[in-house]
């Protein structure tokens, strides 16, 4: 989906990319350090492991000697970095009992979803079709039969994931495998990670974008120890994963986008933006950089033509039509271009600021009605409490429930669950591989509440960053807190599925 970091300096957005796993930049290009599958404790430019990685990434199969294991001395950095305030609260949730994990992951770096004239550059970034055969094969995806394609989901060259996305996505599972074994260390019927058949402890779902299907492959490469066992990747219920889908899911949801949208606040400042909005689109067809198949790609929470009824903005320059691009379509194609250092000259760092902010402004102002972000994204919601639910009750298995669930999705699948949830923004819009954390906790103690022990809670966290909530029975009356009691969370959800409107017919 869209891609636009909120108000940043470049120079701290290419520092953000180093934190992700980017090692060196070539030709501007963020490259990540791989190992020889034959050299496991050293980096590929010979240096030496961290020694917290040379235990994590001892030989683990077949699937990995095939693809070669992220490698980089900043991962231990990466892992253990925080804030003295947030520290505590991560200190605290672990002195609680862990219960069950969510993660909702933004896929990996993919090139851009707008069609581009320089379609062989775009090419040479992604991983051979060997190599996604080999990932793929460990995997098997669930697909809806005759669902419409969403047309931000790619084609042959153009949305897809790049060989950095898929380098970074297996770091992401790597960082993520802390968190399963500390779940297995708890209990649950279940002591050690190690020869586990992963359909007893892991579910994995997936929008059906190319793209997202094989970040969570490369995820579940390196999380799990070896490639023996086929995993089953749910891919039928994409709809429900985004909060832009085509058509919308609920009656009155594209109608509530277009009264937001045109209201005077958003519109004045839609009109102050517009003369940025023209500029940009102008020099890249000036440049060369976009042709005319540019026009035809449409989504995004309202400005997609479902939202707006209309085909692409056409302004007048001069007594003349003048093509305007949606803002998803300029922040998408300027931050794929600026990443590769292909920007068109006349575009400055301060433009791809501005764009970035306005875009961002334009999603969080929207999915900031909380009726709109539950129409965008309740079902997806309402599936990870129905998750946490069945490991609270245990009801309807014979065994423990999934300990650990994995959502491959996109930035705005994140936004649109913070905005649910009523998480604080965060400082950075997602990056590629961010992921939002829900994990769901026990009290034994009395570490939260010394009358209410035994009780249940759930931590938000976004790369690791635990953030605060004010989801609940009460809704915006509650004040924020790290720790959401977990029944608030499901009568907040009943509240919220009693005020809304009924689905389109299937």
């Known amino acids: 989906m869209m891609m636009t970091p909120m108000r940043r300096s470049i120079a701290a957005d290419r520092k953000d990319r180093v934190c992700h796993g980017a090692s060196e930049e070539r030709d501007g290009v963020p490259v990540l350090a791989v190992a020889a599958p034959s050299s496991p404790s050293s980096n590929a430019d010979g240096t030496q492991l961290h020694p917290f990685l040379r235990q994590r990434i001892a030989p683990v199969g077949a699937l990995a000697c095939i693809f070669g294991l992220l490698i980089l001395n900043e991962v231990a950095t990466f892992l253990i970095a925080g804030t003295s305030s947030t520290n505590k609260v991560l200190e605290k949730a672990l002195k609680l009992s862990p219960v069950q994990t969510q993660v909702v992951h933004r896929h990996g770096d993919r090139t851009p979803i707008t069609p581009l004239e320089d379609e062989l550059f775009w090419s040479t970034l992604l991983p051979s079709d060997d190599l996604l055969h080999a990932i793929g094969s460990f995997t ?3 697909r809806q039969r005759d669902a419409k394609p969403h047309p931000a989901g790619g084609g042959a060259v153009y949305g ?15 960082k993520l495998k802390s968190d399963v074994e500390r779940l297995f260390s708890h209990g649950g019927g279940l002591k050690r990670l190690e020869n586990v058949d992963p359909s007893t402890w892991l579910r994995v779902a997936s929008t059906d974008f190319s793209r997202t299907i094989q970040s969570v492959q490369a995820v579940l490469m390196g999380l799990l120890d070896s490639g023996k066992d086929v995993i089953d990747i749910d891919a039928r219920h994409t709809p429900k994963m985004i909060p832009d ?10 109608e509530l986008e277009r009264k937001l949208t045109s209201s005077r606040s958003f519109a004045v400042r839609e009109k102050s933006m517009k003369p940025l909005a023209i500029r940009m689109t102008n020099a890249l067809f000036a440049s060369g950089v976009l042709g005319e198949a540019a026009l035809k790609v449409s989504f995004g929470v309202g400005e997609d033509e479902t939202a707006t009824e209309s085909p692409k903005d056409l302004g007048l320059a001069n007594g003349k039509p003048e093509r305007i691009l949606p803002w998803n379509q300029l922040a998408e194609i300027l931050k794929c271009l600026e990443r590769r250092d292909r920007l068109p000259k006349g575009i400055t760092s301060q433009d791809l ?6 875009n961002a402004w334009r999603w969080f102002s929207l999915l900031s009605n909380e009726r709109l972000a539950s129409m965008a994204i309740k079902s997806l919601a309402k599936k990870m409490i129905a998750n946490g639910v069945e490991a609270v009750n245990g009801s309807g298995f014979s065994t423990t429930p999934p300990l650990f669930h994995i959502f491959s999705g996109h930035d705005a699948t994140l936004i649109a669950l913070m905005c649910f949830f009523r998480i604080e923004r965060p400082a950075v819009w997602p990056e590629y591989g961010s992921y939002l954390k829900m994990e769901l906790l026990r009290d034994d103690v009395g570490i939260l509440h010394k009358l209410r022990r035994s009780r249940y809670y759930v931590l938000f966290s976004l790369n690791g960053e635990p953030l605060r909530s004010k989801f609940g029975k009460h809704g915006s009356l509650r004040s924020s807190r790290y ?4 029944l608030d969370l499901v009568h907040g959800l009943e509240v919220i599925e009693r005020g809304l409107p009924p689905l389109y017919a299937a």
Not at 168 to 174: F, K, N
Not at 245 to 254: E, H, N
Not at 353 to 358: K, N, Q, R, S
Request: charged share 20%.
């Open 140 to 142: 098997n995806i669930m």
């Open 160 to 174: 897809r994931l790049t060989s950095d996305g898929l380098r970074q996505m297996q770091l992401v599972g790597i």
């Open 245 to 254: 889908p085509q058509p919308r899911l609920y009656v009155g949801q594209s």
């Open 353 to 358: 600021e501005d764009v970035a902010e306005h």
């Open 483 to 486: 720790f959401v009691p977990w």
